[in-house]
């Protein structure tokens, strides 16, 4: 990243950033969006009276191409991504795409809003790098320590293009009513200390077994369940065999486990196919009921066909 003291912002999550951006010039009326996303995001935006509009998703991410093809979007200044690994379909942004996005930003002078989701885990090789480093000027990054740390916490950061530095602490007003700054002080410590930096590594650790364990007990258990995204985030996305995500989510209710299908994340405008499938946390259960919870998902999932 590209940056300096002075456009940084602290605020408490990505969600609070959002409320922040609809107070100033920066979402006018309409903004694109991921066609599978939070749905709390998007109902945040709607309640702010920015209508969204979804831009599919495929293997290398948002279809960023389409920002400046689709008449439909011809009128969007601001893109809403998450470059790193996408939720929930656990992909990171491909580099061309990146490029297309800052070049359409630069184009029509529009605003890319980088959520750095999950950016801090990837397993299979060191972290992307982020989109706000090919143009500070375009691109408003947002990260939190709500994975790394804990959403409890309610601490996250902007880093500001220079045309917000004015407009996003206006809208936040003079006196903080969101981020405790006692809070902000021990986390200052804890950066400062290399405490941080440990921390992330050993969860990074923790989390990689995790996927791997879950990876391998279906690679034994239920073979012709496809574990899609890159090795990396807090979660994975299994794929199922068509017709089969609400049985697969209802299985797994009656088992003890809280699981969503993609279908739940999907865009109420989203064209294109919908694909069924499980969207999996595996940071969740305690070490002690790990192995339990993974033996209750395995049973939850659809039986593969019978061989001939």
């Given amino acids: 990243m590209r940056t300096a003291p002075d456009r940084i912002v602290i605020c408490s999550g990505f969600a609070h950033a959002l409320r922040l951006l609809s ?10 969006v991921e066609a599978y996303g939070l749905d ?3 109902s ?6 920015i209508r969204t509009v979804p831009l599919p998703l495929d293997e290398d991410g948002a279809r960023t191409e389409e920002l400046a093809a689709r008449r439909d979007l011809r009128g969007v200044r601001t893109v809403l991504l998450t470059p790193a690994h996408q939720f929930p379909t656990g992909g990171p942004l491909h580099p061309e795409r990146r490029a297309t996005a800052v070049a359409w930003a630069r184009a029509s002078g529009g605003l890319i809003v980088e959520d750095d989701y999950d950016g801090e885990f990837r397993y299979d090789r060191r972290p992307v790098g982020a989109v706000q480093g090919l143009d500070p000027d375009r691109v408003l990054y947002a990260g939190s320590v709500s994975k790394s740390l804990s959403p409890a916490l309610r601490l996250g950061w902007m880093v500001l293009p220079d045309a ?3 407009q996003v602490p206006a809208a936040k007003g003079e006196r903080e009513g969101w981020a405790s700054a006692l809070d902000q002080l021990t986390l200052a410590d804890f950066l400062e200390s290399g405490g941080y930096d440990r921390h992330v590594r050993l969860m990074r650790q923790r989390y990689r077994r995790r996927r791997d364990q879950l990876v391998a007990a279906l690679a034994e258990r239920a073979p012709h369940i496809r574990v899609s995204g890159i090795a990396g985030g807090l979660h994975a996305v299994l794929t199922l065999p068509p017709g089969t995500e609400r049985s697969a989510v209802r299985a797994a209710a009656s088992r003890g486990l809280a699981l969503d299908g993609p279908a739940g994340y999907r865009h109420p405008d989203a064209t294109g196919p919908a694909h069924d499938g499980l969207v999996v946390g595996y940071a969740t259960p305690p070490d002690h009921a790990f192995a339990k ?3 209750a998902l395995c049973r939850a999932l659809p039986p593969g066909e019978n061989p001939r």
Avoid: I, S
């Fill in 293 to 295: 919870a993974l033996d």
């Fill in 44 to 49: 945040l935006l709607a309640a702010a009276g």
């Fill in 40 to 42: 709390f995001h998007r």
């Fill in 164 to 166: 917000l530095v004015d």
């Fill in 23 to 32: 107070g100033t010039r920066a979402l006018r009326h309409q903004a694109a």
